[in-house]
C-alpha cells in the first residue's frame, strides 16, 4: 500500500518529504543540500565534491569506520552524490533502523571536523579521481564542449573541478563552503519506505528541530549570453575510438519547453533518463538517430542526455564513431536527420510513440521505494515535487506542432557546441 506524498516544512526551514511505501520492510532516507558546481567560482572549483568526501570521515558522535561496519552488518546501503545543482546523501536500511539514518544526517549537518590530516588525504583522492577521468575520452570531450558552450556561468566547470584548484583549496575553504551550504533552510528531507508518518515526523521533529536555520543561500545567477554562433572543439587523447558530441543549449527544468525537448529527444535519440541514482531502461532502436546512424553502421551507438536543471544548461547528442567514418561524415548525417524534423511533417503517431517511450522510462526510474525517496527530493532541487507529479501530463500535451517548433528553435547551428575526440595517431 501507498500514502500520499506528505511535504512538511519545520520551523527552521528543513523541507521534508515523506512518503509510505509498504511494500517491502525497508526504508529509504535521503538528504539534499542545494549546492553544487553552480555555487563554484573560478580557484574553488570542485570544493561542493570535496565537501561531500569529508561528510564520510565522521564526528565524535560517529567516527569514520563505525557507520560503514553498522549499516553493513544490517544489510544496508549508504553513498552520496554531487552534481551541478545539488548535494544528497542517502541510506537504505531495515525500515526499523530509520533513527540511525536521521541521526547521522543531523549530526553531519552540523558537526563535521574536517581534520586537517583528512582534508590533506582526500586531496590526493580527489586529484587520483581527476586524474583517472582524464584516462577517460568521453571525459575530455565533455569537459572541452562545457567549457565552450558557457562563458561565465559555473555549468562550464565539471563537477569534480580543475585540477590546480584542488591542489590549491584549503581546509578553510572547505569548512567555510560547508558552514554556509549545509543548513536546514538550505535542505529537503526526504523518506519513503515503510513507517509510520506521524511517528516519524515526530522524530524527525526532535533530532532536526533544534538545529539553528542559518541565512538564506539562495543563488541567483546572471544569464549566460546566447552561443551565437556553432563552435567546435578538437581533442586528441588516449584510446583507439573517435568520438562525436554535439551539444546545444538547452531550456531550464522549469521552462515549458523543456517537455517539449524531452519528447524531441525521445524522437531523435531514444528518452533519456533523468534519475542518476538507477532506473530500468527502454530500448532507442526505434529513434530516428539510432535508426539512421547505427543501422547504417555511420556510428555504432548513439545516446542523447537532457538534464533537469536550474538554468538552461545542454542537450547533447553523443556518438561513437564507426572506424570507418569520419567526424565530418557523422556530423552530416546528424544534420540530416535534424533536416527532415524540420523539413517534413512529423506524425501524430511518432510523436505518440515518442511520448510513451519517454513516460516508460520515467516510470521505470520512479518505481521501487528508493526511486520514490530520490524523487521527492530531487524535484525540489530545480522545481518543486509538483514538477514531477504533473510530468506525464506535460509530456502528453506535446503536439507534433510543438515539437516542430522546438526543434527550429534549439536545434539550429548557431545553439551548439561541436566536440570532436581523435584518439592520439588517429
Known amino acids: 500500500m501507498t500514502h500520499a506524498a506528505q511535504l512538511i516544512t519545520l520551523d527552521n526551514g528543513l523541507k521534508v518529504h515523506l512518503k509510505e511505501i509498504h511494500t517491502a520492510p525497508i526504508i529509504s ?35 569514520a569506520g563505525i557507520l560503514d561496519r553498522e549499516i553493513s552488518r544490517v544489510g544496508g546501503d549508504w553513498n552520496a552524490l554531487t552534481h551541478m545543482d545539488w548535494t544528497t546523501y542517502f541510506e537504505i536500511l531495515p525500515s526499523h533502523l530509520y533513527n540511525l539514518s ?3 544526517e543531523a549530526d553531519r549537518m552540523v558537526n563535521s571536523q574536517f581534520l586537517p590530516v583528512e582534508v590533506e588525504r582526500e586531496r590526493t583522492v580527489i586529484i587520483s579521481e581527476r586524474e583517472g577521468n582524464e584516462n577517460q575520452p568521453r571525459f575530455l570531450l565533455a569537459e572541452a564542449v562545457q567549457n565552450a558552450a558557457f562563458s561565465q556561468h559555473p555549468y562550464k566547470y565539471e563537477v569534480i573541478g580543475v585540477k590546480e584548484d584542488l591542489y590549491s583549496i584549503s581546509r578553510e575553504d572547505l569548512y567555510q563552503h560547508y558552514r554556509r551550504y549545509y543548513q536546514p533552510t538550505n535542505a529537503v ?20 528541530g533544534d538545529i539553528p536555520s542559518g541565512d538564506s543561500v539562495r543563488l541567483i545567477l546572471p544569464p549566460e549570453p546566447a552561443i551565437g554562433h556553432e563552435k567546435q572543439v578538437h581533442i586528441t587523447g588516449p584510446g ?33 533518463s533523468l534519475n542518476m541514482f538507477g532506473s530500468g531502461g527502454t530500448s532507442n532502436k526505434t529513434s530516428r538517430l539510432y535508426r539512421a546512424l547505427v543501422e547504417g553502421e555511420i556510428t555504432v551507438s548513439c545516446q542523447g542526455a537532457l538534464h533537469a536543471t536550474i538554468d538552461p544548461y545542454l542537450y547533447s547528442i553523443n556518438l561513437t564513431l564507426h ?53 521527492l527530493g530531487y524535484s525540489e ?11 506525464v501530463n506535460h509530456l502528453s500535451n506535446v503536439t507534433p506542432e510543438r515539437v516542430l517548433q522546438i526543434a527550429q528553435t534549439y536545434l539550429e547551428p548557431g545553439n551548439r557546441v561541436v566536440g570532436i575526440y581523435i584518439p592520439e595517431g588517429g
Open 29 to 63: 532516507t535521503w538528504i539534499w543540500y542545494r549546492v553544487g558546481s553552480r555555487n563554484e567560482s573560478p580557484g574553488i572549483t570542485g570544493i561542493s565534491h570535496w565537501v561531500e568526501h569529508m561528510q564520510f570521515k565522521g564526528t565524535q558522535d560517529y567516527p
Open 102 to 104: 536521521l541521526k547521522l
Open 189 to 208: 528531507l526526504s523518506i519513503a519506505g515503510d513507517f509510520n508518518t506521524h511517528s516519524l515526523l515526530q522524530n524527525i521533529k526532535e533530532i532536526f
Open 240 to 272: 583507439e575510438t573517435s568520438y562525436l558530441q554535439i551539444a546545444y543549449r538547452a531550456p531550464s527544468a522549469q521552462n515549458p519547453d523543456f517537455f517539449a525537448l524531452t519528447v524531441l529527444d525521445s524522437l531523435l535519440t531514444g528518452p533519456s
Open 323 to 375: 572506424p570507418d567514418r569520419t567526424p565530418e561524415e557523422v556530423l552530416f548525417a546528424v544534420d540530416q536527420e535534424i533536416k527532415r524534423v524540420l523539413d517534413s511533417p512529423i506524425s501524430k503517431t511518432e510523436i505518440d510513440r515518442a511520448i510513451k517511450q519517454a513516460r516508460a522510462l520515467f516510470a521505470f526510474s520512479s518505481e521501487n521505494i528508493s526511486n520514490q525517496a530520490f524523487w
Open 381 to 391: 532541487m530545480f522545481a518543486s515535487y509538483d514538477w514531477f507529479e504533473n510530468y
